[in-house]
């Protein structure tokens, strides 16, 4: 079973090398080949889905790297109600 979840996975890559042609000396290649694709492809597509869920519902969504780093970077700052506050305003003042 782990074997075809792995195989499944790396097909989706659209990796080139036929996997019956790979050895150790393609491990650093297939790491980046996979990271790659998770990053650029699942992760953006995950999030490209949540920014269209937010506009659907009229919430403007900031294309400042640092409106959303406030928002899923962990820091040691609680989200409070007010700090929520200070970012849609910060959103609203951004829309206009």
């Known amino acids: 079973?782990?074997?075809?979840?792995?195989?499944?996975?790396?097909?989706?890559?659209?990796?080139?090398?036929?996997?019956?042609?790979?050895?150790?000396?393609?491990?650093?290649?297939?790491q980046s080949v996979l990271i790659d694709f998770h990053l650029l492809v699942k992760v953006k597509l995950s999030m490209d889905q949540f920014s269209d869920g937010l506009r659907a519902v009229g919430i403007i969504v900031s294309t400042d790297p640092e409106m959303w780093r406030r928002l899923f970077v962990a820091t040691d700052r609680k989200i409070t109600a007010g700090r929520a506050i200070i970012i849609y305003n910060y959103i609203a003042i951004e829309s206009h």
């Open 1 to 30: 079973m782990f074997v075809d979840e792995i195989t499944n996975l790396i097909l989706q890559t659209g990796y080139s090398k036929p996997l019956t042609r790979i050895v150790c000396a393609d491990k650093e290649e297939l």
